[in-house]
């Protein structure tokens, strides 16, 4: 390469250095088009580094299995916790260390082949610690057929083909690996789609491949995170087995023993939370991630849709009794027939066909929510359209004139320094390797769904609707997240779209959306990742190999623990038949229980039109449309105050749809480590906080991550709980806060007003 200078280095010993210490001396060199890629990403390469090493199988699919199977575990508890790649990240550096220093070098043959490999084939580079990365956030990814496999095992109380549900979860995930290929010249090799979220890996990857010195009386980043790893760790043991209750203190219910407002007022998990806080790890960042990698403006946008939403919009509808909400609880996912029961679903379902009996629903009773959760609905339908109103806003004619120049770049081949490199040095991934993979994934979803005695419900034609749907869908929306990092979800379009075409079918329903938004989010997924390894230059047929194997290994091992804790766990998800204090509650689960019965089996027709009780949440539609709007004309019109473009309608508006399974106290908990870190933290100490803190975040959630496994095994699956006292109930001690306060409802646990 011309135009770089090595400290006297000559370029055929190139490999002896990390590309970032190259110096660039003529600008000119990197014409790529995006100041910020500019920037971060290095422009030079050594070809020679070896990629798919032993290290990188090895430590890759242990990172991926070991994620897969905590996160997964940890999904059915009642603060589950989802533990990112950037744990493995940081872990596997030092290991893959230790293998270069101590792993033998000679060559070892694999028996009955003449292929030959070293277990230790030089230093520990970058690319490795890159594709091991990659294999780990393959792990720490979620399987969403998963949750249709505990839907149909756990709450439906249905049989289902172990083949059928292995393949489900299979085939959801890898067409969105088809997707990826067909679009992969337009999203991945335009410099014009820069991924901006892959900037952050880069500067992560530099700086941890760079020389440290332990600053005097300080400690190196490793040891400040073995540090903390070791605290974390400790701690959780506390809330975990020895007094579990501190995961939810609210100060209000422990006074007002007796009153169903003030309870309701107090609760951090059923009500309010107002006076409530956790002293838990896994309350803070278990249902919202760490609000540690959050940046600081979209906390705030975040905490002032919790706000509006949960102080002001919801009160005001339930205490004025909308919709008859005081009939039910403030919070719940479970849905309610017209007494304030819970929806006996069993009654209105064929249970041979698994259909909807619409004689007996016309008998029986529509459909009733909470207050909370028929808000969370109205809410996914305004930050749907406010996405795609902010992304027009603001960004149109950015992503407009970008789409003009990828689209005139690929049919000129105009490229930028990195895609020059990555086409002179390595082989580009034949496109025909995609198209098998996806012609054979569709054809294994069809057999997945038509056979197995049809146990899915969705015929082939709606296999391939939803497929058509991910198709029209995923380039629009790949171009506004690689140009904006906003990402817009299918979910509401396909349970929409089916629900009105096949309604009564709860499995159809759900294996639609799965394989039309899914497939989609994960295509987008597969493609950043294929950015982020353009950026490293990692050669294509490396990352297309560990991609497929990393999907694949995840997959499975999300099916195998799934399936191993629906059948030895007993009562798992049914809360009202766990014992005390246990953590199986499957809140996630439930929620997407309960979807299913409202998308499913009663549909949209019968909720959200006339026949419903909920015809008016259309408007949110429109509200979300607008919402963007004032915004963006005062920005335009006030353009020297920046804050302005700071508000966020998509998020303010979408900050509380957690709710349930999430309660206030985890937003609670979760704005008051954002606000001091983020804010406190970054203005007064920001050089602790940019050696720190997302190391700190990485070290917490490993800690808890496996101090919950390590207590699982060794004592909860023994049934060896801990000790008998107040302390080891899984709640807040708020139990009137679950009761109706319409007069006349008769619910369990509460008095009859």
């Given at each position: 390469m011309t135009g770089l200078v090595d400290d006297g280095v000559s370029p055929r010993d190139l490999s002896k250095k990390h590309h970032f210490d190259i110096d660039v001396i003529d600008d000119e060199v990197n014409d790529n088009p995006i100041e910020e890629v500019r920037l971060t990403v290095p422009i030079t390469d050594d070809p020679s580094q070896p990629t798919l090493t032993f290290r990188t199988w090895v430590l890759g699919i242990l990172s991926c299995a070991i994620l897969a199977f905590v996160n997964k575990f940890f999904a059915y508890r009642r603060n589950p916790l989802s533990v990112g790649s950037v744990s493995a990240q940081i872990l596997v550096l030092p290991l893959g260390k230790l293998m270069a220093a101590t792993l033998p070098t000679n060559q070892l043959r694999v028996p009955f082949t003449k292929w030959t490999f070293s277990m230790n084939p030089g230093p520990f580079n970058l690319k490795e610690h890159?594709?091991?990365?990659?294999?780990?956030?393959?792990?720490?990814?979620?399987?969403?057929?998963?949750?249709?496999?505990?839907?149909?095992?756990?709450?439906?109380?249905?049989?289902?083909?172990?083949?059928?549900?292995?393949?489900?979860?299979?085939?959801?995930?890898?067409?969105?690996?088809?997707?990826?290929?067909?679009?992969?010249?337009?999203?991945?090799?335009?410099?014009?789609?820069?991924?901006?979220?892959?900037?952050?890996?880069?500067?992560l990857f530099r700086a941890l491949h760079e020389k440290e010195k332990r600053p005097k009386g300080g400690r190196t980043r490793l040891q400040f995170f073995f540090l903390v790893f070791i605290c974390s760790f400790a701690y959780y043991i506390v809330p975990a087995y020895l007094f579990p209750s501190i995961s939810t203190i609210s100060i209000v219910c422990l006074i007002w023993k007796n009153s169903i407002t003030a309870q309701q007022i107090g609760s951090g998990v059923h009500g309010l939370g107002i006076g409530s806080f956790g002293l838990d790890w896994s309350t803070v960042a278990g249902f919202l991630g760490s609000p540690l990698a959050t940046p600081g403006f979209a906390n705030i946008n975040f905490l002032l849709g919790f706000v509006l939403f949960v102080y002001i919009?919801?009160?005001?509808?339930?205490?004025?009794?909308?919709?008859?909400?005081?009939?039910?609880p403030l919070i719940s996912s479970h849905t309610f027939d017209a007494m304030g029961n819970t929806y006996n679903i069993s009654r209105i379902l064929n249970q041979k066909s698994f259909d909807t009996n619409m004689s007996e629903y016309n008998s029986y009773s529509k459909v009733h929510l909470s207050t909370f959760l028929a808000f969370t609905y109205g809410l996914s339908f305004a930050s749907l359209t406010?996405?795609?109103?902010?992304?027009?806003?603001?960004?149109?004619?950015?992503?407009?004139?970008?789409?003009?120049?990828?689209?005139?770049?690929v049919k000129a081949q105009v490229n930028d320094i990195h895609t020059r490199l990555m086409k002179k040095n390595y082989e580009a991934v034949p496109q025909w390797w995609f198209h098998v993979i996806l012609v054979s994934m569709i054809g294994l979803s069809i057999f997945t769904c038509e056979g197995f005695g049809k146990q899915l419900q969705l015929p082939w034609w709606g296999i391939l609707m939803a497929c058509g749907i991910a198709l029209f869908f995923t380039l629009p929306i790949g171009i506004i997240q690689a140009t904006t990092n906003q990402q817009t979800g299918l979910n509401v379009i396909t349970e929409l779209v089916i629900g009105y075409i096949y309604p009564g079918k709860?499995?159809?329903?759900?294996?639609?959306?799965?394989?039309?938004?899914?497939?989609?989010?994960?295509?987008?997924?597969?493609?950043?990742?294929?950015?982020?390894?353009?950026?490293?230059?990692?050669?294509?047929?490396?990352?297309?190999?560990?991609?497929?194997?990393?999907?694949?290994?995840?997959?499975?091992?999300?099916?195998?623990?799934?399936?191993?804790?629906?059948?030895?766990?007993?009562?798992?998800?049914?809360?009202?038949k766990l014992p005390d204090g246990s953590p199986w509650t499957c809140p996630s689960d439930d929620v997407f229980y309960?979807?299913?019965?409202?998308?499913?089996?009663?549909?949209?027709?019968?909720?959200?039109?006339?026949?419903?009780?909920?015809?008016?949440?259309?408007?949110?539609?429109?509200?979300?449309?607008?919402?963007?709007?004032?915004?963006?004309?005062?920005?335009?019109?006030?353009?020297?105050?920046?804050?302005?473009?700071?508000?966020?309608?998509?998020?303010?508006?979408?900050?509380?749809?957690?709710?349930?399974?999430?309660?206030?106290?985890?937003?609670?908990?979760?704005?008051?480590?954002?606000?001091?870190?983020?804010?406190?933290?970054?203005?007064?100490?920001?050089?602790?906080w940019a050696r720190h803190n997302y190391i700190l975040s990485a070290a917490l959630d490993a800690g808890v991550a496996f101090a919950g496994v390590l207590l699982y095994f060794t004592l909860q699956s023994k049934d060896i709980i801990g000790p008998n006292w107040w302390g080891l109930d899984n709640d807040d001690h708020c139990p009137l806060a679950r009761c109706p306060t319409a007069p006349g409802v008769v619910a369990k646990g509460c008095p009859v007003l």
């Open positions: 890159v594709l091991i990365t990659i294999f780990a956030s393959s792990g720490a990814s979620g399987v969403y057929a998963v949750h249709m496999i505990t839907m149909v095992l756990a709450f439906y109380k249905r049989n289902l083909h172990p083949a059928s549900a292995f393949l489900l979860a299979q085939t959801t995930q890898m067409l969105g690996y088809g997707w990826a290929g067909l679009f992969r010249r337009y999203l991945v090799d335009s410099p014009y789609m820069w991924w901006p979220s892959n900037l952050v890996q880069v500067s919009a919801a009160p005001i509808a339930y205490w004025n009794n909308a919709y008859g909400f005081q009939r039910f406010a996405t795609i109103s902010h992304v027009a806003l603001f960004y149109g004619k950015t992503i407009w004139h970008m789409w003009r120049k990828t689209a005139s770049s709860p499995l159809a329903n759900v294996a639609f959306k799965t394989y039309g938004s899914i497939s989609m989010s994960h295509a987008h997924m597969f493609l950043a990742d294929f950015k982020l390894g353009h950026y490293m230059k990692i050669p294509p047929k490396s990352m297309f190999v560990v991609q497929l194997a990393g999907t694949v290994v995840a997959s499975s091992v999300q099916f195998a623990t799934s399936w191993w804790l629906l059948h030895s766990i007993e009562n798992i998800c049914d809360v009202s309960n979807a299913s019965i409202i998308w499913g089996v009663v549909g949209p027709l019968r909720m959200f039109a006339n026949k419903g009780i909920y015809p008016e949440l259309n408007w949110f539609f429109l509200l979300g449309l607008l919402a963007p709007v004032p915004v963006w004309f005062f920005s335009k019109k006030f353009p020297n105050q920046k804050w302005i473009k700071l508000i966020n309608m998509p998020i303010i508006i979408g900050a509380a749809q957690g709710i349930p399974p999430a309660g206030p106290v985890h937003f609670i908990t979760y704005g008051a480590v954002a606000i001091f870190f983020n804010f406190y933290v970054y203005r007064k100490f920001k050089g602790w």
